[in-house]
């Protein structure tokens, strides 16, 4: 098999139709392609697990976050998956709309790299 995708954690029950959605990136927005300041008012989340024997990393994961507006942004960065699931699970619990910032920084670690995260706003 040459590539399969399978949803492995999602913030909410998803209609089939959403599973199929989400499971690709073709209607999907690449963070780290967007130019400028990019804010997103999460309404949920998914993580996808996918296996791409044509891809570099044969075994990959993506991290899907869904705008309030419907827009399906998604990394693989691992560092902006850790920011944004500690602000999801905190702000889950408040009944308050809010918004985050992704950002790119400078690597510490390794020369000339940098790595994306993400902040409350």
Same mark, same amino acid.
């Given at each position: 098999?040459?590539?399969?995708?399978?949803?492995?954690?999602?913030?909410?029950?998803? @209609?089939?139709?959403?599973?199929?959605?989400?499971?690709?990136?073709?209607?999907?927005?690449?963070?780290?392609?967007?130019?400028?300041?990019?804010?997103?008012? +999460?309404? $949920?989340?998914?993580?996808?697990?996918?296996?791409?024997?044509?891809?570099? *990393?044969?075994?990959?994961?993506?991290?899907?976050? !869904?705008?309030?507006?419907?827009?399906?942004?998604?990394?693989?960065?691992?560092? $902006?998956?850790?920011?944004?699931?500690? !602000?999801? *699970?905190?702000?889950?619990?408040?009944?308050?709309?809010?918004?985050?910032?992704?950002?790119?920084? +400078?690597?510490?670690?390794?020369?000339?790299? @940098? $790595?994306? @995260?993400? @902040? !409350?706003?």
């Amino acid at each position: 098999m040459e590539y399969t995708a399978n949803i492995v954690e999602c913030s909410k029950e998803l @209609t089939s139709r959403e599973k199929l959605k989400y499971m690709t990136t073709e209607d999907s927005v690449n963070m780290s392609q967007v130019e400028g300041e990019l804010l997103i008012t +999460p309404d $949920f989340y998914c993580v996808v697990e996918v296996h791409n024997e044509k891809s570099q *990393d044969v075994d990959y994961t993506q991290y899907h976050v !869904i705008d309030k507006d419907g827009t399906d942004y998604y990394t693989g960065s691992q560092s $902006f998956w850790n920011a944004f699931k500690r !602000i999801f *699970d905190v702000m889950s619990s408040e009944d308050e709309e809010y918004q985050i910032k992704v950002l790119e920084k +400078p690597s510490n670690n390794i020369k000339d790299r @940098t $790595f994306l @995260t993400c @902040t !409350i706003v």
